[in-house]
């Protein structure tokens, strides 16, 4: 089976010229004959890479603008925002994995949450994970997600589990896909370089599983001129912002494809789900390698919610 990582930018902070663009991409890794096609995280507006620049007070005002547009090109999964993503995969037959800014719709839809979206070929949504630990800056701009959406999903191209950036680094996220029996893990993130790609490298051979790293690829010169603070925080039009760093890794820590570095395009690769059961044979953490007498470990997937309306039993004018 052949898969897709999309490492191409967004047009950051333009919703529908962004999804445009990731309808043509799984278009194009389709005609490659991809049955997988993964994007980076965040991917629909954009990764919010200012965060890492602006000055803490000092830039309000600034990230006040930005955020503004950041919220008003979120993705809204109960308004359908993503139905061309949907209609691309349906249309081609694909699975796609996708990045997005998801505002929330459910209580106060003032709250973004970085969100991974698994659509099937039938072009159903079939997950949405929200990311549980928004990193350092991060946390400025995100909600916390739960574990509603921590889940292995059955899929034609094998079990699929994501976890975004560093959720890699929490080792329960980890054992729990593990123990779902994830095939192909994926890590939509904008974390790069050769310390991230080893931290994958020793999710193979932990997890027994395929490792794809989704990776974040911009140049100062792919962001619009429309994004406030553009010439402020990124002067330089051939500053690479992030390098991107998309790799594709067999069960057991060799790599595959990429890592594609300070290059955009579509990394392809084949992916062989026996291998899996291979590498399992001498080592799999949570079956004949775990301890259960001794650890264990409870995932809370009850959706978090705070608030909790109760009906009332007698009719409001009674």
Sequence with gaps: MRIAVVQRPPVLLNRSRTIADAVAAIREAAANEARLVIFPEAHIPGYPAWIWRLRPGADMALAEK??????????????????????????????????????????????????V?????????????????????????????????????????????????????????????????????IAPTYDAGDKWIGTLQ??????????????VALRAGDIPDTVPGKSELYPKAD?????????????????????????????????????????????DVVGHYARPDIFQLRVNTNAQKPVEFEASERPPNA
Aim: aromatic share 6%; charged share 20%; net charge negative.
């Design 66 to 115: 930005l955020h503004a547009q950041l919220l008003a090109n979120a993705v809204s999964l109960d308004g359908d925002d993503l139905a061309p993503l949907r209609a691309a995969a349906k249309e081609h037959q694909v699975t796609v994995v996708c990045g997005i800014e998801e505002r929330d719709a459910e209580f106060s839809r003032g709250t973004l949450y970085n969100t």
């Design 117 to 185: 979206v698994v659509i099937g070929p039938g072009g159903d949504l079939l997950n949405r994970h929200r990311k549980l630990m928004p990193t350092n800056p991060e946390r400025m701009v995100w909600g916390f997600g739960d574990a509603s959406g921590l889940k292995v999903l059955e899929t034609p191209c094998g079990r699929i589990g994501t976890l975004i950036c560093w959720e890699s680094y929490m080792p329960l996220a980890r054992c729990a896909l593990y123990a779902l029996g994830v095939e192909i893990y």
């Design 202 to 215: 020793h999710i193979a051979r932990e997890g027994g599983c395929w490792v794809v790293g989704s990776g």
């Design 239 to 283: 500053e690479w912002i992030n390098p991107g760093d998309s790799v594709v890794i067999e069960p057991g820590g060799k790599i595959v494809a990429g890592p594609m570095r300070r290059e955009l395009g579509i990394l392809y690769a084949e992916i062989d789900l026996e291998r899996v059961g291979i590498a399992r044979r001498s080592l």
